[in-house]
């Protein structure tokens, strides 16, 4: 395997920390080609702005299209280029980061806004009377795995099916669905991390093992099982998903994942 | 009213920038005080780390415990000093922003990351059999009101109930009451745009008189109804709903908003 691993945390004797340095030792002695992107110690820029487009931001700005056009030209910044190709040799993409309320941290979000441009990550495919463009199983990164590792400080209990927070699949929905499947990659089940507040020494003995397991299972395991967009099963263009292909009651994100 | 407009997008001809100006004429001619924090014009600082907290960090960073203690000692940076001034000045919170990769951009999360402190926004109240802290209907901003106003570059159908991208309500979930309600917000229904990559100037006309009529009712318009952490509806503390209060059928966010 060729792993990406994108990494988001400001302390480098974190848990974060910890579990992306075990990833990397792990996959590196099973014989894998490992590369890390570690946001903090890039001082990586999280904020789209116009500087971003160089000779090509119009004026005034336009976000999509400029993007789109530097991207074609060539002309993205250095550090945006570089990540776009590192998910380019990447077969599989690790996100290691904490739950801030609720989502990935700014500096990550930055790292999706400035790297997945128009006509890299959007934009990308024909439309015609049953195709909606090349996204949601198909599209630029096509073929490529991705796994969120996330730590949570809350407990379990407040993620799960009546949980306050919302169950744990809906809330990285946005993140599994609408930032990696979009452009192509297939999403394994996240590995998620609870109380990680309260987490002592020997907590971490065993959470260490579990993580090693997984990673060891990239290659085997079933990515989730998202509904692809141009293969039938959602109306062109409306893209509504077309009624009887859910369990009865099934409803809100559930219905974009198969049986 | 007294009323904070957090926006943020990147072009000050852009059609987040016209919202946000007619927000502020129009509650500024009806009598109302209004406040702008312009975070690309502000070049707000998106990235929580160890500057955050001064002499007040520890070795290593504690991002939870560090934030909390510079909050306790009036020790945070003017920056977000002037940010927490502002939200308990204000009554009505306006937040004007772009849909980016189904979420915020990041300079926006960037605000919430840094200026949603420990002990401010969150590590508020006490614990005991009945109560688990002040949230989600209780905290710090009870007491104000908040509105998304949200601009979508793609098709509303695409967001609907059966829309590819999931509903639009379950996108804004995450924002609405984990980061809102959660420090004690009452949230109003969104005012969200679609198919903004394709508004013309005689669309804008109609926008405009709409956004207008959503101001000026902000004082009489019903909150969306989540359910409050600590009277009756959830164990403690698991923080599960308890069995029976929903409708048949009903799943995942929409559990914790009352019939």
Excluded: C
């Excluded at 980061?97 to 890299?120: C, E, N, Q, S």
């Excluded at 993620?159 to 499947?181: C, E, K, S, V």
Aim: charged share 20%.
């Amino acid at each position: 395997m060729k792993t990406l691993i994108v990494y988001a945390h400001p302390e480098p004797t974190s848990l974060n920390s910890s579990l992306k340095d075990l990833a990397v030792t792990t996959l590196e002695t099973a014989g894998h080609e490992v590369r890390v992107s570690d946001l903090y110690a890039m001082n990586w820029k999280a904020v789209v702005d116009a500087a971003d487009y160089g000779l090509d931001t119009s004026r005034p700005l336009k976000v999509a299209l400029d993007s789109g056009r530097a991207f074609d030209a060539g002309t993205l910044t250095p550090d945006v280029l570089a990540e776009q190709e590192k998910l380019r040799w990447a077969d599989t993409i690790i996100f290691q980061f904490p739950l801030w309320w609720y989502t990935m941290p700014a500096i990550l979000k930055g790292w999706v806004d400035r790297v997945f441009t128009f006509h890299f990550a959007y934009g990308v495919g024909e439309h015609s009377a049953t195709r909606y463009g090349e996204r949601f199983g198909e599209g630029t990164l096509a073929g490529r795995k991705a796994l969120l590792s996330v730590t949570v400080g809350g407990p379990r209990s407040h993620y799960a099916a009546r949980g306050i927070n919302g169950p744990i699949d809906d809330l990285l929905f946005p993140i599994q669905h609408g930032i990696l499947y979009y452009p192509g990659i297939e999403v394994l089940p996240p590995f998620v991390l609870y109380g990680t507040d309260q987490m002592t020494d020997e907590d971490y003995t065993h959470v260490a093992r579990a993580w090693q397991q997984r990673l060891l299972a990239v290659e085997s395991t079933e990515p989730i099982a998202f509904r692809r967009q141009n293969f039938g099963d959602y109306e062109i263009p409306s893209l509504h998903l077309k009624e009887g292909l859910e369990p009865t009651g099934r409803s809100g994100f559930r219905l974009h994942v198969r049986d």
